[in-house]
């Protein structure tokens, strides 16, 4: 157990250390930005994560999916990145020529031209990060994938500073910093990388480019209706309210982004150590243990940031102190997001990547009822009420789909957690002044549940357990 933590440890300095560099940029943005402006802003980053999760064609994940069964690693990269790369190249040149309408969409203004130049540049070198990333993280070398994690948050933080103390205090002050932070970090990318994206000597292999797209074709579907999963809120939003209200539940998904260290940390190292436990028989239990162990940091996690999120908001400039009631909801996302894919294994180890389309089915159409039924009458509040319910939609669905094509594990604590997180965003939604007795009873009630799992925790340090365990 303590080499899985050190390794765990390793990818989690950068994405630790890119949050805390993210939290400190949350309160100097909300300072000097309204919450209209920082809606406007929004926009930006959300319609990049449209794009690009359609461009990878799945093939990012068909990657990490061949990684151990080839050989010919840089060979095998740079066949993924082809299709990607060409289709990022060519959506670059269409927004390069219709600029004033990218603008119009993206900001209600065509005279932005910029920005939305900027925007598809962004694309491609988005592209090219996301499979050196990869890269790095199958190789597991937690140090590099840390290090380029907080040069680019870093990147982003010091040109945020620059443009709203010394040039401009409008939504453009943090599309420019953030588009000029991604570029840097790419370029650092590209440069020291350079081997892995020198396509002189790259050799087409029609066999594997085809073993790629029967395993991540299933998936673009499934990845861009995930991402529409995470983005229907704010565009619901852009189209049943205003800027403001967009602001808002954008500044509130940055502080219940928090959670997000967790789920970039461990998914960033879990996904290839879990294809490697497999491809070595690894014993069900040491799957099942982990699970575990997430769903109790997770669920902790959870219960804190609702005690303390008062103290969270006052941060924030006093516009916004609205997010304070939508923060438990969309705390709900990276949770269920991360403890799934500790449950989700018997769909990639089955091959049976279809799947995902049914998950991301079952995960959107709640979405959608729910942000009609609510964006209209609650605004932010009915957004994060979707979104939340949502997610906890995809956590089931994928649970029961790998259960049905794995060994799997029972998931009976994973239902009562959920249950009882569920209950507490729903009160922490409305104002209550008994809200931090409610709040201390939620923590005692979750780490009650979870009592076993802590007795095995303890278990595991025991020199006599370790025998029986490996988690090398």
């Known amino acids: 157990m303590n ?12 994405p630790v250390a ?16 309204s919450p209209s402006e920082f809606g406007k802003a929004s926009m930006f980053t959300l319609f990049q994560v449209l794009i690009v999760g359609f461009l990878y064609l799945g093939l990012d994940q068909s990657y990490t999916r061949e990684y151990h069964e080839v ?62 990333l990869l890269s790095i993280r199958m190789k ?14 870093l990147n982003i933080l010091v040109f945020t500073l620059i443009f709203v103390m010394f040039i401009r205090k409008d939504f453009l002050a943090v599309v420019y910093s953030t588009a000029l932070g991604q570029l840097i970090g790419d370029i650092y990318l590209i440069i020291h990388y350079n081997k892995l994206l020198n396509f ?23 990845a861009s209706v995930n991402n529409l999963l995470n983005s229907l809120d704010r565009l619901a939003l852009r189209m049943w309210s205003d800027f403001s209200n967009i602001g808002i539940f954008t500044a509130a998904l940055k502080v219940s982004s928090t959670l997000s260290i967790i789920q970039v940390s461990f998914t960033s190292f ?128 994928r649970s029961y789909f790998s259960n049905k094509h794995w060994t799997g594990f029972p998931l009976r604590r994973h ?7 569920f209950l507490g965003a729903l009160v922490n939604s409305t104002s209550n002044k008994y809200i931090n007795l409610i709040n201390l009873f939620l923590l005692s009630l979750t780490i009650l549940i979870q009592i076993p799992t802590i007795k095995k925790i303890i278990l595991l340090n025991n020199n006599k357990s370790k025998k029986e365990w490996d988690f090398s």
């Open 71 to 132: 050989d010919k690693k840089d060979n095998l990269l740079k066949n993924a990145l082809l299709f990607p790369l060409i289709l990022s190249i060519i959506i670059f040149v269409i927004i390069c020529t219709n600029s004033n309408k990218v603008s119009m969409l993206l900001f209600e203004s065509e005279k932005y031209k910029i920005a939305a130049k900027l925007f598809g540049l962004t694309i491609v070198t988005l592209t090219i990060e996301r499979f050196i």
């Open 270 to 397: 879990w996904v290839p150590t879990a294809y490697r436990w497999y491809s070595q028989d690894k014993d069900v239990k040491h799957f099942e243990i982990v699970s575990n162990v997430i769903l109790l940091l997770m669920s902790i996690l959870f219960c804190l940031i609702l005690l303390f999120k008062d103290f969270i908001v006052i941060l924030l400039s006093p516009d916004y102190i609205g997010s304070k009631f939508i923060i438990g909801f969309l705390c709900l996302q990276p949770i269920m997001y991360t403890v799934s894919e500790t449950t989700t294994l018997g769909i990639v180890f089955s091959k049976r990547s279809y799947l995902n389309l049914f998950v991301s089915l079952i995960s959107i159409i709640p979405n959608i009822v729910l942000n009609l039924l609510l964006v209209p009458r609650y605004g932010a509040i009915g957004a994060s009420i979707a979104t939340g319910i949502s997610y906890i939609f995809f956590f089931f669905g």
């Open 200 to 222: 002189m000597k790259f050799k087409f292999d029609k066999s594997l480019i085809l073993k790629l797209l029967k395993f991540g074709v299933p998936l673009i579907i499934a």
């Open 140 to 153: 597991e070398n937690a140090f590099e994938y840390s290090v380029i994690n907080i040069v680019i948050r």
């Open 3 to 14: 080499i899985f933590i050190k390794k765990l440890l390793g990818f989690s300095i950068g």
């Open 415 to 421: 239902i009562l957690v959920t249950l009882t997180i």
């Open 18 to 33: 890119g949050a805390f560099i993210t939290f400190i940029t949350i309160p100097i943005t909300t300072y000097f930005i």
